[in-house]
């Protein structure tokens, strides 16, 4: 299912594909995490059925990487900074995960453990040719 972005910034995005969602259990991936491998996604998601509410924190423990409930109304969409913090406020129990769920993107540090964890083909590629475009 498609839904298009509202233009309102990330907390409507998500909301707006919560909203869309059918019901049953649901999650929300943000898509700066490169370095994830399906079996610690499979894990998470996995861990986090024994919970109304779940949270990823992200490396620094402060922001979210992943969001789930077991319906789409369940879930209390709080991103940005803090996000961690709001999202535990609102009921959602913190996950161990492995470090290719947590470790996100937001700054060019952040970048550089990703590659360091294993990113995919794509993102790799990207690097090689900012690395040789920079020497």
């Keep these: 299912m498609h ?10 995005a998500v909301q ?10 649901c999650a929300v991936l943000l898509g700066d995490v490169p370095a994830l ?13 024994e919970h109304e509410r779940a ?7 402060t922001g979210t990487t992943l969001l789930t409930g077991r319906t789409p109304g369940s879930l209390r969409p709080r991103f940005g900074p803090g996000s961690a ?30 590659a360091a964890l294993g990113v995919g083909p794509r993102t790799a590629a990207f690097l090689v040719a900012t690395a ?4």
């Design 3 to 12: 839904v298009d972005d509202p233009g309102l910034g990330l907390r409507a």
């Design 16 to 25: 707006t594909g919560i909203d869309a969602a059918p019901d049953g259990p």
């Design 37 to 49: 491998r399906p079996a610690d996604l499979e894990a998470a998601l996995a861990d986090a059925t």
């Design 55 to 61: 949270l990823v924190p992200d490396a620094d423990g």
């Design 85 to 114: 913090e709001a999202h535990a406020a609102e009921g959602h129990v913190r996950l161990g995960a492995e470090p290719s769920l947590r470790r996100d993107v937001d700054t060019a540090a952040d970048l550089d453990d990703a």
């Design 132 to 135: 040789e475009r920079a020497s």
